[in-house]
């Protein structure tokens, strides 16, 4: 069996079980800060570590380059 797929629900780090939750991601491109708000991700139940999947990861990064076009130095944005 595929050992990924069957420990998806658990923490690579620490085992504990993930729980689904919102975070904020606050990303630097290099001029300055983006903020993102109200991303979707797994929070571990044990050691608090936090995992985005595929495709939250690809629309995150859709809104980063979105901000970087505008080249602000400070942008919140609310993930679409
Ligand atoms: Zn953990």
Same mark, same amino acid.
């Given at each position: 069996m595929n050992k990924l797929a069957k420990n !998806? !629900?658990? =923490?690579?780090? =620490?085992?504990g079980v993930k729980k689904a939750g919102k975070t904020t991601y606050t990303v630097d491109p290099g001029f300055g800060v983006i903020v993102v708000r109200d991303v979707p991700t797994m929070i571990c139940s044990q050691c608090g570590e936090e995992w985005i999947d595929d495709t939250t990861a690809k629309s995150l990064e859709k809104n980063v380059n979105e901000a970087r076009k505008k080249k602000a130095q400070f942008e919140v944005v609310t993930l679409k």
């Amino acid at each position: 069996m595929n050992k990924l797929a069957k420990n !998806k !629900k658990l =923490c690579p780090i =620490c085992g504990g079980v993930k729980k689904a939750g919102k975070t904020t991601y606050t990303v630097d491109p290099g001029f300055g800060v983006i903020v993102v708000r109200d991303v979707p991700t797994m929070i571990c139940s044990q050691c608090g570590e936090e995992w985005i999947d595929d495709t939250t990861a690809k629309s995150l990064e859709k809104n980063v380059n979105e901000a970087r076009k505008k080249k602000a130095q400070f942008e919140v944005v609310t993930l679409k």
